[in-house]
């Protein structure tokens, strides 16, 4: 083993290809998603009908629970919220986005109304957020010229034919 190799630090990188402001977009529509969710969420428990009121828990929970995974700090009185962050700072972008609009239709499901739509509408957009990082980087136009310049032959190669005769 070389010296230099071992002396030179290998770089961070993440895999999941976000930037650093696409990731702090993220992780600010978590807070207002968690915001809007907890404030519709205590406005439905506040009548009588009991799936009014376990959407509203629910929404709650939502809340907490983005705020966990998002901005752990602001949840210093819990133990293990350090923990549970790292956990979820682990998974990949297709698996938070699945996560969190899986939790903002449950309430939807639970109590339609329109709290409960315009509550959960930004946590649902967090999610969709993470989904489309899931997707990738978009394609630079030289690589899609280079294809698109590439796909005439490889339609001949398939069809046999270079003359247009069929």
């Given at each position: 083993?070389?010296?230099?190799?071992?002396?030179?630090?290998?770089?961070?990188?993440?895999?999941?290809g976000?930037?650093?402001?696409?990731?702090?977009?993220?992780?600010?529509?978590?807070?207002?998603?968690?915001?809007?969710?907890?404030?519709?969420?205590?406005?439905?428990?506040?009548?009588?009908?009991?799936?009014?009121?376990?959407?509203?828990?629910?929404?709650?929970?939502?809340?907490?629970?983005?705020?966990?995974?998002?901005?752990?700090?602001?949840?210093?009185?819990?133990?293990?919220?350090?923990?549970?962050?790292?956990?979820?700072?682990?998974?990949?972008?297709?698996?938070?986005?699945?996560?969190?609009?899986?939790m903002?239709?449950?309430?939807?499901?639970?109590?339609?109304?329109?709290?409960?739509?315009?509550?959960?509408?930004?946590?649902?957009?967090?999610?969709?957020?993470?989904?489309?990082?899931?997707?990738?980087?978009?394609?630079?136009?030289?690589?899609?010229?280079?294809?698109?310049?590439q796909?005439?032959?490889?339609?001949?190669?398939?069809?046999?034919?270079?003359?247009?005769?069929?």
């Amino acid at each position: 083993m070389n010296t230099d190799e071992a002396a030179a630090p290998k770089p961070v990188t993440d895999d999941d290809g976000m930037t650093w402001w696409y990731r702090w977009l993220c992780k600010i529509a978590g807070v207002l998603g968690g915001v809007s969710c907890a404030i519709s969420g205590v406005w439905m428990c506040v009548t009588v009908n009991p799936l009014n009121i376990a959407a509203g828990v629910w929404m709650v929970l939502n809340a907490f629970v983005l705020f966990l995974c998002e901005v752990p700090f602001c949840c210093q009185f819990i133990e293990f919220a350090n923990a549970v962050a790292a956990k979820a700072d682990k998974f990949k972008p297709w698996q938070k986005a699945f996560f969190y609009c899986g939790m903002a239709l449950f309430p939807i499901f639970l109590s339609f109304s329109i709290t409960t739509l315009f509550g959960n509408a930004i946590a649902f957009a967090t999610g969709v957020l993470y989904g489309l990082a899931s997707l990738g980087k978009k394609g630079d136009a030289v690589s899609y010229a280079r294809l698109n310049h590439q796909k005439p032959g490889n339609e001949e190669k398939l069809t046999g034919t270079t003359d247009g005769s069929i």
